[in-house]
């Protein structure tokens, strides 16, 4: 079965720092790329980072550019995002989502973890 | 970035009957269209790809049509588990896949 299980999330108060995990089973996790989406009431679903499937490239939203972080171990099957100089706004639900090879839409989505910026 | 424009942001409609739901690209995304169906507390779930595709397990009364810029999810007789909403996105683009802002579908 295909799972991903992002974990990290919390309260964490302006201007401060929090990572966030996926980690992921049942499909070549090698392969896909992986992107971290959030969502808010407010902007419904956004596309925040992106890594290709070898880690050799990273994309950021320019809403976070500079701030966060992506990466990931392929040999442990997990993505990373570190985030800093986190802002009210970054207040939202996570997601990481799997995307395989070539212009393809996400094929499998963790169920989210819940970032919460305020003081 | 392309933007994605759904209507209506709301569809009520009854058990049994269609609904049709629109997506339009502010410019051409070729065939690189897809659905996903998210319902409360859940993450979205991926409906239709390549505009007309239904992805794996997804029931015949789910279709998808259009290319280019306009877009269209059909549900026929619609049941009780159809009742989300829906998100349409482009994906003409690595990385840049945007969202639509969503249409709830609602009984």
């Known amino acids: 079965e295909v799972q991903l299980l992002e974990s990290g999330g919390g309260l964490v108060q302006p201007g401060g720092s929090l990572r966030l995990s996926c980690a992921a089973s049942?499909?070549?996790?090698?392969?896909?790329?992986i992107y971290w989406v959030r969502q808010t009431p407010d902007k419904g679903l956004e596309w925040v980072s992106a890594?290709?499937?070898?880690?050799?490239?990273?994309y950021y939203a320019d809403s976070v550019q500079g701030r966060f972080t992506i990466s990931r171990d392929n040999s442990q099957s997990t993505v990373s995002l570190q985030m800093n100089s986190l802002k009210n706004d970054d207040t939202a639900l996570y997601y990481c989502?799997?995307?395989?090879?070539?212009?393809?839409?996400?094929?499998?989505w963790g169920q989210g973890a819940l970032v919460t910026v305020s003081s | 970035e392309i933007v994605m424009t759904q209507s209506p942001a709301t569809l009520s409609v009854s058990p049994g009957e269609r609904a049709t739901l629109s997506c339009r690209a502010s410019q051409s995304v070729s065939s690189k269209l897809a659905w996903y169906q998210q319902k409360s507390g859940q993450a979205p779930r991926l409906l239709i790809y390549g505009a007309s595709t239904r992805a794996t397990g997804i029931p015949a009364r789910f279709s998808g049509s259009g290319s280019g810029t306009d877009f269209t999810l059909t549900i026929s007789s619609l049941q009780s588990d159809d009742f989300a909403v829906y998100y349409c996105q482009q994906y003409n683009g690595w990385p840049l896949y945007t969202f639509g802002q969503g249409t709830k579908l609602e009984i």
């Open positions: 989502a799997a995307k395989a090879p070539g212009n393809n839409p996400f094929d499998h």
């Open positions: 049942g499909f070549t996790f090698s392969n896909f790329a």
């Open positions: 890594i290709s499937a070898t880690g050799g490239t990273t």
